[in-house]
């Protein structure tokens, strides 16, 4: 099964999770493809049967989902009717509104969302990639 996991790259700590989880999932022996999201083409996210998508709160009081993200999301054609998780390293209630926000975002896009996720650090992140259900 391939699995994609698109991510902000305008926080460190994001892209150090969405590198963790590849490695906890490549243990399941599955393959996985990181799409930052300055990426200019997301070639083979159609063929990917699950979808992680990472952000952050990029501010306390208006949360929304970063503007790059954002328009990644949008040029990842094949993304509708993906089966996705949604994750943040975001806490509290912060974490909250910055996964609603993402998640209203990836459901605009087609997503069907079935899990969302607050991953404090890459250890966390490697564990739960390694024993999550895929199938």
Do not use: H, W
């Not at 806490?91 to 926000?101: D, E, H, Q, V």
Request: aromatic content about 6%.
């Amino acid at each position: 099964m391939r699995i994609g996991i698109v991510y902000s790259t305008e926080k460190p700590l994001i892209e150090k999770l969405a590198v963790s989880l590849k490695k906890g999932i490549e243990t399941q022996g599955e393959e996985v493809i990181l799409y930052p999201d300055s990426s200019e083409r997301f070639s083979g996210i159609a063929a990917c049967r699950l979808l992680f998508v990472g952000t952050y709160a990029p501010s306390m009081f208006k949360v929304r989902t970063p503007s790059k993200l954002k328009d990644a999301l949008s040029k990842a054609g094949g993304i509708s009717g993906k089966r996705s998780i949604a994750f943040t390293s975001d806490s509290g209630t912060r974490a909250r509104k910055a996964l609603l926000a993402l998640m209203a975002d990836m459901e605009r896009q087609g997503c069907i969302i079935i899990d969302q996720l607050e991953m404090k650090t890459e250890k966390e992140m490697y564990q739960y990639g390694a024993n999550v259900k895929l199938k």
